[in-house]
C-alpha cells in the first residue's frame, strides 16, 4: 500500500488537517487505531468552541484559538453539523476573583478576542443567568464562544474528507515509521507496511510515542484526566451561557453548560494519571466536579437524581506547555501536532491551516483540486422534517425513516441504517452519529433493536457486534448456546 | 386529521384494560397506539410466573396473562397501531404520532388515557464510577435480550439492586448457565417482592449482599471486575470492606421512573414522590379528559393492581365521551405522611368507593395504617417493595378537604 501522506490519529485534529488536505491533489491516508473516527479525546470532552481569552498572548494556544474560532461557523454549516454561539460568562464570585476577570479581559483584548464585556450589574447577571449563585459579582462574557459536538464535527470532517479522496483506515495501529537517509519512507502498522514519504503526527495522547519513532523526544504527553456528568434535556435552558468559574493555574475549571442537543453538561476536574488507558470515573473525582459546578449554578444539587451519564476523557498534555505544530528537517516529512489539549477542538481548523503552511515550506506540491466540494450531507432526522415542516411533505422515500428505535431521542430505523452505511460499525459508532442510546433510558429500550439491526445491515452474528471495537462485544453468547456445545 | 373517541397511548398491561373498558362502555372508536412491534408490552418478556393471581385467581407467565386481554381487544374489534411512536400530545388532545406505513399521523380525540408504562433507571443516576465497557445492563434490557431475542449477555454475573425484575433475572441467568456471583443491595432489606427473595435467591443459594454498594466497575472493553463495599447507615461506603468480584456483566436493577415525558409536554401536573401525574378516583389527570393508569402514574409491583387503574381509567375515558363522566364538587386531597412515601390517587370525591394505594418508606411490622384522624387499618407486616391497597368505602370518609395517610406501630 502507498500513499502521498499518512496522517496518524482521527480525532478532531486529524480529520481537520485530512478535509484541509483533501482540497489537494495528494493522495491522503488516514490511520485510526480505534474502530471509529472520534473513538479518543474527541468523545470525551466539554465541546466548547472558546473565546481565547484564557491562554497567555503570544502563545501558538492563543493565536489558533481565536483563529479557530471564527473558522468554526463556516464549517459547521457546510458539513451540516449544529454549532450554537451561546457565549460564555467567567463568574467570579468572591471580590479576589474580580482581579483575575480583569486580567482576563485585558488577555483577551491582546488575543484579539471580539465583544469581550464585563457585566458587574447583580441584578443584570440574575436576570440573565436566573439559576447562578447569588454571590455572582461580576462576568466576563465573551459573546463569540459557543457549543458543538466533538464526535460529530470529527465524523462530519472525515466524511467530507472521504468524499474528496482521503481515504481512512480504521483498526491500523502504527507500530513504527520507517525511516531511511533522514527521510520518512513508510510505516509499518498492525496491517502490514504502507509506503509514504509525509507523515502528519495527530495522535493525541499518544503523540510522544509516535514522535519517538522518529527520534524526536524533546516533548512527553501526560495524560490528564477530566471527568463529567451528562443531565437529562428536561434541563434544557437552565444555564443559558457556558458558565466558568475563575480558571486555576491548571485549568479553566468546572463548567456548567447546555450542549448542542439540549442535555446539561457538568466537568471536567482535572487529575494527571498514568495510564493512556485510563478513562475511569472516581467517586473523589465526580464529587469534586459536582461539588464545582453547585458553586456556580448552586440549583444542581437537588438535580443529581437527573444524570443519565457520566464519562472521563484525558487531555493531552505536553511537556512543553503549549501546542506542538512543527516540521523538522531530520527526518524530513515528519509533522508533529502534538499536545493538542484545550483549547484543541476550537483550534482545529487553524492548526489544519498551520499545517497546510508547513507543508507548503516543505516545498510539497500542493496543487489544489478544481472539484473539492465542502458541504456534507447531513443524515435526515425524521424528528427535524416534523418539527420544521408540519406537513411533512418531504417524507422519504424509505419508511424506515418512520420507524422509531430511540424513544428518548426520537431516532428512526431508517437514520440508524443510513449511520450504518456512512461507516458506523459499532454501537457507540451509532450513538455518536444519531444520537440513538445517549438518551434518558441511556439505550434501554433501543439495545436489542440496535444489535439486530448492525447485525443485518453488516451481515455479522450478534455476538461480533461490539460496542465500541475490539473485544467489546455487547451479547457474547446464545441462549442454549453451551447445552448445545455439550451435546 | 382523523377523529377517534379514546387514543390510548401504550399497549401494555394498562393500555389494554383500558381499551377494553373504554370500548365496553360504550366508545366507539377506541385506538391503541404502541410503539413496540407487538401489542402486550413488557409482559412479553416475563416469562417467569406470579401474574394474576389476584386478577385471575390463576398463576400465569407475562404472555399468558397478556394475551387473554390481547384475545379481548381482537374479540371486540378494538383498533390498534403497532411500531407507532406517539411524539406530541397538545392539552385539545390532538396527537401527533409517527409509524412506517402512515409516515406522521395526526388525530384528534374526545378522551386520553396514557398508559407508557416505566422505564429503568441507568447507570448515571446513581453514578457509579469507573470505566465504561460493555457488559452493562439494566435487568430488562437483559431480560428482553435473553427471553426475547435470545442471547445471554454473559456468564460471571453481579446484580446490584434487588428490585424484582433484578430477582427475577438471578433465577433466570442460573437456568442459563451463568453464575450470579452476588444481588448487591443498598438497604438493610430487600428492594423486591418476598416470595422473589425466597424464589430466586435462596432457593438458588445466590448471595444477596444487604448494606452493599458497588464502588468501581473495572474493565475496557468487556466488564472484568467490580468493586463492593459494606455502607453505613448513611449510605456511604465503608472503608476496607471493599472486595472484587470477577465478572462479565453487571446488572442494574436500581428502580423505575414512570415515563412522563409526553406527559410533561402536555403540562399536566407531576407528583414528584410518584414520578407520575396527579389523579383523582377516576385516573383523570389535571387536565379534563386526559387520563393515566399503571406504572405511568407510579411504579407498582403486581400486574393486577395495574390492569385495575387500567380499567378504571377506561371506563371514565369512555364516559368522557359519552357525555356521561360523573364530575364532583368534592375534591379531599390525600397526602403522604409518616412512614409513607405515597398514596394514589391523590384526589377523592368522597362520595364513592375507592382503592388506595398506599407505599410505606421503611418496613415495619405490627402497624396501623391511618387515614386522617378517624380510620385506622391493621397489617401485620409493611414493606417498602409492597404496596399497600386498602378500599375506603364513601360512609367512612369525615373529613372534607385534606386526608393524611400515616403508617405507625399500634399501639
Not at chain 1, 471509529?36 to 503570544?58: L, V
Not at chain 1, 472516581?282 to 459546578?293: I, S, Y
Amino acid at each position: 500500500m502507498k500513499a502521498d501522506l499518512i496522517i496518524i490519529g482521527g480525532g478532531i485534529v486529524g480529520t481537520t488537517i485530512a478535509r484541509e488536505l483533501s482540497k489537494y491533489k495528494l493522495q491522503v491516508l488516514l490511520v485510526e487505531k480505534e474502530a471509529d473516527i472520534g473513538f479518543g479525546s474527541t468523545k470525551a470532552n466539554t465541546g466548547i468552541i472558546h473565546a481565547g481569552y484564557d491562554d497567555i498572548p503570544g502563545t501558538i494556544k492563543a493565536n489558533l484559538c481565536v483563529r479557530g474560532n471564527t473558522l468554526w461557523p463556516q464549517i459547521a454549516a457546510e458539513l451540516g453539523i449544529p454549532f450554537i454561539r451561546t457565549g460564555s460568562w467567567v463568574v467570579a464570585c468572591k471580590d479576589e476573583e474580580a482581579n483575575t476577570i480583569l486580567k482576563l479581559k485585558r488577555r483577551g483584548i491582546m488575543n484579539n478576542v471580539p465583544g469581550l464585556q464585563i457585566i458587574d450589574d447583580r441584578k443584570q447577571l440574575l436576570m440573565l443567568e436566573p439559576n447562578i449563585s447569588n454571590k455572582v459579582l461580576l462576568a466576563l462574557y465573551a459573546p463569540t464562544a459557543g457549543i458543538i459536538s466533538p464526535y460529530e464535527a470529527a465524523i462530519a470532517l472525515a466524511e467530507n474528507a472521504y468524499h474528496n479522496g482521503v481515504q481512512i483506515q480504521l483498526e491500523t495501529e502504527v507500530k513504527d515509521i520507517l525511516l531511511e537517509k533522514n527521510a520518512i519512507v513508510g510505516i509499518r502498522t498492525n496491517r502490514g507496511l504502507i509506503e509514504t514519504n509525509s507523515v502528519i503526527n495527530a495522535a493525541g495522547i499518544y503523540s510522544d510515542e509516535i514522535s519517538a519513532m522518529c527520534g524526536i523526544n524533546h516533548f512527553s504527553i501526560t495524560p490528564v484526566r477530566g471527568e463529567y456528568f451528562v443531565l437529562d434535556k428536561n434541563l434544557n435552558g437552565y444555564v443559558r451561557h457556558i458558565l466558568f468559574p475563575v480558571p486555576t493555574p491548571v485549568s479553566k475549571g468546572i463548567v456548567v453548560s447546555k450542549t448542542v442537543a439540549g442535555n446539561l453538561i457538568i466537568g471536567p476536574n482535572a487529575n494527571n494519571v498514568n495510564e493512556k488507558t485510563d478513562l475511569a470515573t472516581t467517586k473523589p473525582g465526580l464529587n469534586e466536579v459536582f461539588e464545582g459546578a453547585q458553586k456556580l449554578v448552586p440549583g444542581l444539587a437537588s438535580k443529581r437524581g437527573m444524570v443519565i451519564t457520566i464519562f472521563a476523557g484525558l487531555r493531552a498534555e505536553s511537556s512543553i506547555g503549549d501546542f506542538i505544530i512543527e516540521a523538522y528537517d531530520s527526518p524530513r516529512g515528519f509533522i508533529n501536532v502534538a499536545g493538542i489539549k484545550s483549547p484543541g477542538l476550537t483550534a482545529a481548523p487553524a492548526i489544519a491551516e498551520k499545517v497546510i503552511q508547513l507543508l507548503k515550506n516543505m516545498d510539497s506540491d500542493l496543487n489544489e483540486k478544481k472539484n473539492y466540494n465542502p458541504s456534507r450531507e447531513s443524515i435526515q432526522r425524521t424528528i427535524d422534517s416534523l418539527s420544521t415542516n408540519q406537513s411533512w411533505t418531504n417524507m422519504p422515500k424509505d419508511p424506515n425513516y418512520g420507524h422509531m428505535i430511540c424513544r428518548c431521542e426520537h431516532v428512526s430505523e431508517g437514520e440508524i441504517v443510513e449511520a450504518i452505511q456512512r461507516g458506523a460499525n459499532t454501537f457507540d459508532g451509532i450513538k455518536f452519529r444519531t444520537r440513538a442510546g445517549m438518551g434518558r433510558c441511556q439505550g434501554g429500550f433501543c439495545t436489542p433493536h440496535l444489535i439486530r439491526i448492525l447485525s443485518r445491515e453488516l451481515d455479522l452474528k450478534a455476538k461480533s457486534i461490539t460496542k465500541h471495537g475490539r473485544f467489546s462485544s455487547i451479547v457474547p453468547y446464545e441462549v442454549k448456546e453451551s447445552l448445545m456445545e455439550e451435546r | 386529521m382523523q377523529n377517534i373517541d379514546v387514543a390510548i397511548i401504550g399497549g401494555g398491561a394498562a393500555g389494554l384494560s383500558a381499551a377494553i373498558e373504554a370500548k365496553k362502555t360504550g366508545a366507539e372508536n377506541v385506538l391503541v397506539l404502541e410503539r413496540g412491534e407487538e401489542l402486550g408490552g413488557i409482559l412479553q418478556q416475563c416469562i417467569h410466573t406470579g401474574f394474576g393471581l389476584h386478577y385471575f385467581k390463576e398463576n400465569l407467565n407475562g404472555p399468558e396473562y397478556i394475551s387473554r386481554f390481547i384475545k379481548t381487544v381482537h374479540e371486540l374489534g378494538i383498533d390498534y397501531k403497532l411500531n407507532t411512536m406517539v411524539l406530541q400530545i397538545s392539552p385539545n388532545k390532538k396527537l401527533l404520532a409517527m409509524n412506517s406505513v402512515d409516515g406522521p399521523l395526526r388525530l384528534q380525540a374526545k378522551a386520553i388515557v396514557l398508559a407508557m408504562g416505566c422505564r429503568e433507571k441507568p447507570r448515571g443516576a446513581l453514578a457509579i464510577p469507573g470505566t465504561r465497557p460493555a457488559g452493562i445492563f439494566t435487568a430488562g434490557t437483559a431480560q428482553r435480550l435473553m427471553d426475547v431475542e435470545g442471547y445471554l449477555v454473559g456468564k460471571k454475573i453481579v446484580i446490584l439492586g434487588s428490585g424484582d425484575i433484578g430477582l427475577i433475572m438471578a433465577r433466570r441467568f442460573v437456568m442459563e448457565g451463568a453464575k450470579v456471583e452476588a444481588v448487591v443491595e443498598l438497604m438493610p432489606y430487600p428492594g423486591g417482592l418476598h416470595r422473589n427473595v425466597v424464589q430466586c435467591l435462596e432457593d438458588f443459594q445466590i448471595p444477596l449482599l444487604l448494606q452493599h454498594t458497588i464502588t468501581n466497575i473495572q474493565g475496557r472493553d468487556r466488564l472484568k471486575r467490580v468493586t463492593t463495599a459494606k455502607v453505613d447507615k448513611r449510605f456511604t461506603p465503608i472503608p476496607g470492606t471493599e472486595k472484587n468480584i470477577e465478572c462479565d456483566t453487571l446488572i442494574l436493577s436500581v428502580g423505575l421512573i414512570p415515563e412522563n415525558e409526553l406527559s410533561r409536554g402536555l403540562g399536566i401536573l407531576i407528583d414528584t414522590k410518584t414520578g407520575g401525574p396527579f389523579v383523582d378516583e377516576h385516573m383523570e389527570t389535571s387536565e379534563r379528559g386526559l387520563f393515566a393508569c399503571g406504572n405511568v402514574v407510579h411504579v407498582h409491583d403486581l400486574v393486577d393492581h395495574v390492569t385495575w387503574s387500567g380499567e378504571v381509567a377506561g371506563k371514565n375515558a369512555a364516559r368522557v365521551v359519552l357525555d356521561t363522566f360523573p364530575r364532583y364538587k368534592e375534591r379531599i386531597s390525600l397526602s403522604a405522611g409518616r412512614n409513607v412515601q405515597y398514596v394514589v390517587p391523590q384526589f377523592i370525591s368522597g362520595k364513592k368507593p375507592v382503592n388506595l394505594s398506599i407505599r410505606v418508606k421503611r418496613p415495619a411490622r405490627r402497624v396501623e395504617i391511618n387515614i386522617g384522624n378517624e380510620l385506622a387499618f391493621h397489617k401485620p407486616v409493611v414493606r417498602p417493595s409492597e404496596m399497600v391497597v386498602l378500599t375506603l368505602r364513601e360512609n367512612q370518609i369525615m373529613e372534607k378537604t385534606k386526608l393524611t395517610v400515616i403508617v405507625r406501630k399500634r399501639r
